[in-house]
């Protein structure tokens, strides 16, 4: 099972189990639960095979009745803008389907996608799993580091509802969705590729801050990789390609044939919060003895690529 099958990550895993099952005869079965089967479908970007189900439920209202036996849960359900999606939202729909588990006599492998959101604004970086977390006391924390917090804790409490647990901490992603949104910097920057639009991109701060950017294919691999090569743990998920704006915007500009301008406009003071958002992922590389295979030049490339197609 699946959910989050609509969401950015989401959508690349099901990509990556179709392309199994259309190439290698893996005979995946997947049931992928979405509150609208309308909205799941409008957001395909390919066609799917018979072994992708939809099963429509809403798990921030209800627990969901489990006929069946999965031998994977993977839950992406992940909203980061609190606009939407506040902690409670969050908590609610975690506790939802991990207690739909509860006294079950199967007890499927569970893996949940959390955030590197959680760890302190003050720690050094890159960050480990080992790091400290956010107090829930910190003026800087925001309502979805909240959730992810609790949904955590929560997953342990009830850690015997499962065969295995396993927690990606996700950091900052590149990928294709049919409906774009242009609220990240990287999405500004693939949109003005597409469009060739000439507005330059203004950045609040000077440039230094630092990010890393996981292909969600790549990130789709790594999470199917897990369910047979790792019995449990904590592990960060992202990239270790790291890039300050400044050096980002040299790279997009020398790769892309396009004449983008970036304004630093440094309305931010320093120290800004988050200056550098950067995973350590050594530990998930050494289990899984994989390696991100798209670099971010090449994979910002495929992104366009598929918007102007």
């Known amino acids: 099972m699946i959910t989050g099958g609509t969401g950015f990550i989401g959508l690349s895993l099901i990509y990556v189990i179709n ?16 509150r609208r089967k309308i909205n799941f479908k409008n957001k395909l970007y390919f066609k799917i095979n018979t072994n992708i189900n939809f099963i429509k439920h ?51 492998s569970f893996i949940l ?42 997953l342990k409490i009830n850690k015997s509802n499962f065969s295995k647990i396993i927690i990606f901490r996700g950091f900052t992603f590149i990928g294709f969705l049919k409906k774009f949104d242009n609220k990240f910097l990287i999405n500004q920057i693939i949109n003005k590729i597409v469009k060739n639009n000439k507005v330059d991109i203004k950045i609040n701060t000077d440039g230094s801050i630092s990010r890393s950017f996981l292909y969600t294919i790549d990130a789709a691999i790594m999470i199917i990789m897990s369910i047979y090569k790792i019995k449990k743990g ?16 040299r790279k997009i500009n020398m790769d892309s044939k396009n004449n983008i301008k970036f304004l630093y406009l440094n309305k931010l003071k320093k120290p800004y919060s988050r200056n550098f958002y950067i995973p350590d992922i050594s530990y998930l590389k050494n289990k899984l ?21």
């Open 113 to 154: 996608l959390s955030s590197g959101a959680i760890y302190d604004d003050k720690n050094n970086y890159p960050l480990k799993e080992g790091s400290k977390k956010m107090s829930l006391k910190n003026k800087n924390i925001t309502e979805y580091s909240r959730g992810k917090l609790a949904s955590e804790k929560f």
């Open 19 to 34: 392309i199994l099952n259309i190439s290698l005869n893996t005979n995946i079965s997947v049931d992928v639960l979405a």
């Open 289 to 309: 003895n994989y390696k991100a295979i798209v670099k971010l030049s090449k994979s910002i490339s495929l992104v366009a690529n598929n918007y102007k197609n």
């Open 58 to 108: 809403d798990l921030s209202q209800n627990k969901i009745k489990i006929n069946k036996n999965y031998d994977c849960i993977i839950h992406l359900a992940n909203n980061p803008n609190a606009n939407e999606n506040n902690s409670k939202t969050i908590i609610a729909c975690d506790e939802n389907l991990i207690n739909s588990f509860k006294n079950n006599v199967n007890k499927p």
């Open 234 to 249: 904590i592990f960060n998920l992202g990239s270790d390609e790291i890039f300050t704006i400044k050096k980002l915007d």
